[in-house]
């Protein structure tokens, strides 16, 4: 199709939402993607091909979805708001390869969801325009599940992408920063103006690629204590590490002391400056004592 008459734009989805008498949901975080040249930059990094599944969790109107499904093996898309069932079937018509379930991503076991898809020469991939409100519970329900992700494709909000690239030492790294990056090799890939959105939201948004086949280079004894470790060391930013590790699990500030130091650690460090390793280190150490 000629780039002078791409197949998404406002007036078009604007249109599409008419014909089935649906107006958009704030508690639901609908903003549509209706930049045809996005969706196809956001189509081409998941490079989807004849061996790709894609998981996609909110497809709202269905314009990303066409995108994907027209060199995907198959698009597994999942969609809270039940109102959009004619919508996407409209949208969606002609595409066999599509299957939608209407439900709750966070209440959705995921692994049953897919299990029919995969088999070993299926390459898994995730991508969504991830609502604002529910981001982060979404990308860890999805990166912590067992299923055999190769990349993800995510839009989200411009400060959340800020948070998911950062590096030790910014006031961007955080709890969300070690999350990802623990489990992926994290790359901003483009920023997306509000004016490329209906309705437009009143913020600037990012897409970020996570390429799953290249995780971090670390030893975690336990995983449900690293993150515990992490969000205790982040609880309070502006203090100490000692501090924060001592009010945050609940254990005297001799015992911290003695395990930080042990861990190559300064006391009096901030959470924000330390690394993956760093963490990894502390939480091979922790003091069950």
Not at 27 to 56: H, K, M, S, Y
Not at 104 to 111: A, R
Request: net charge negative.
């Amino acid at each position: 199709m000629p780039e002078s008459q791409p197949r998404t734009n406002a007036a078009s989805t604007k249109d599409l939402l008419h014909r089935h008498g649906f107006y958009t949901k704030k508690q639901f975080g609908q903003n549509f993607l209706v930049n045809d040249r996005i969706l196809q930059q956001i189509a081409d990094a998941v490079q989807p091909d004849e061996d790709t599944v894609v998981l996609e969790v909110g497809p709202g109107s269905g314009a990303l979805t066409v995108h994907l499904a027209e060199t995907a093996k198959r698009v597994v898309a999942i969609e809270k708001d039940e109102s959009l069932r004619p919508v996407l079937a409209d949208a969606l018509q002609g595409y066999a390869n599509v299957d939608v379930t209407f439900a709750d991503c966070l209440e959705t076991n995921l692994g049953e969801l897919m299990a029919p898809y995969l088999d070993a020469s299926t390459k898994l991939v995730f991508a969504a325009n991830l609502p604002y409100y529910i981001t982060t519970p979404i990308l860890f329900q999805v990166l912590e599940s067992s299923l055999p992700l190769t990349r993800a494709v995510v839009m989200v909000q411009k400060e959340v992408a800020d948070r998911m690239v950062a590096t030790p030492g910014g006031k961007d790294y955080g709890v969300l920063s070690v999350g990802i990056q623990y489990r992926a090799t994290v790359k901003r890939l483009f920023t997306v103006p509000p004016s490329a959105f209906l309705p437009q939201p009143g913020v600037d948004s990012a897409v970020v690629l996570l390429d799953c086949t290249v995780p971090v280079d670390v030893h975690v004894d336990d995983e449900q204590l690293f993150f515990r470790v992490v969000r205790a060391a982040f609880s309070t930013r502006r203090k100490t590490l000692l501090n924060a590790l001592s009010n945050g699990l609940g254990k005297s500030k001799d015992v911290c002391r003695e395990w930080i130091v042990t861990s190559g650690i300064q006391p009096e460090a901030r959470a924000e400056t330390l690394s993956i390793h760093q963490f990894a280190e502390l939480a091979n150490r922790f003091p069950h004592a």
